[in-house]
């Protein structure tokens, strides 16, 4: 019942409602003005479930198709982030002890 709306293309009423909610999580230590505040929005549980079917769905097929960069550590097999965490380490310390300028994105 839940990929029905995929299936059929229908979009159900619970589905366009969108809650935004300011919580109390700080973006800067000490800084409780609300605009500087994390704004989480809630779905319906469903369309985050097949939100997540798709997105697994399309990097699978974007991997059959060879098209995603070594780079690309997030959600895929035999990849780890910590990896992704080291490589980003060792650059920096390059980068560092040989005191040129560089800039990580």
Partial sequence: MQTVPLEVGFVPPSWLSV????VAI???LGILEIDLMRLIQLMD????????LLGKK???????????VDEQHGSRKNHKAILCCLNKVLVADYF?????QAALV
């Fill in 26 to 28: 700080l973006k800067k």
């Fill in 58 to 68: 399309t990097l699978a097929h974007a991997e059959l198709c060879d098209k995603v």
């Fill in 96 to 100: 560092r002890l040989t005191q040129r």
């Fill in 19 to 22: 809650t935004d909610v300011a």
């Fill in 45 to 52: 549980a469903q369309f985050q479930m097949n939100n997540k």
